[in-house]
């Protein structure tokens, strides 16, 4: 399985921002998907996931609204949209593909891994 994720790059805040990551082989539907991010300096934090079945899961901080996952199991895609950003969101960003139908908060709940996309906010 690889997953390719692209989107990110340099936007003013208070701007929008969609991501995508597309994975390779047939069985997309059946895993759920994460995204995770890692600013400067700091370890990988859990972002959003997305169950088989459709239900999220995010972030104490991200459930506030700003965060939307989604995904297109016909495309094998999953997405991240992020509104209203802010300076502390800027981090690379990550999609995984979890070893189960259910998506946890925790690394080593996920086996496949994208390269990272950046997102860098400006004030």
């Known amino acids: 399985v690889q997953l390719q994720a692209s989107g990110g790059g340099l936007v003013q805040a208070g701007g929008s921002l969609s991501l995508s990551c597309a994975a390779s082989?047939?069985?997309?539907?059946?895993?759920?998907m994460g995204w995770f991010r890692q600013a400067p300096g700091k370890a990988r934090e859990f972002v959003a996931a997305?169950?088989?079945?459709?239900?999220?899961?995010y972030c104490a901080d991200c459930a506030k609204g700003r965060f939307t996952i989604s995904r297109d199991n016909a495309k094998s895609t999953v997405y991240l949209k992020i509104d209203s950003l802010k300076p502390e969101d800027t981090a690379v960003y990550y999609c995984?593909?979890?070893?189960?139908?259910?998506?946890?908060?925790?690394?080593?709940?996920?086996?496949?891994w994208g390269q990272g996309t950046q997102v860098t906010v400006s004030s």
């Open positions: 995984a593909r979890s070893s189960a139908p259910v998506g946890l908060t925790t690394e080593d709940n996920y086996i496949y």
């Open positions: 997305i169950h088989s079945s459709g239900g999220r899961l």
């Open positions: 082989g047939r069985t997309f539907g059946t895993y759920a």
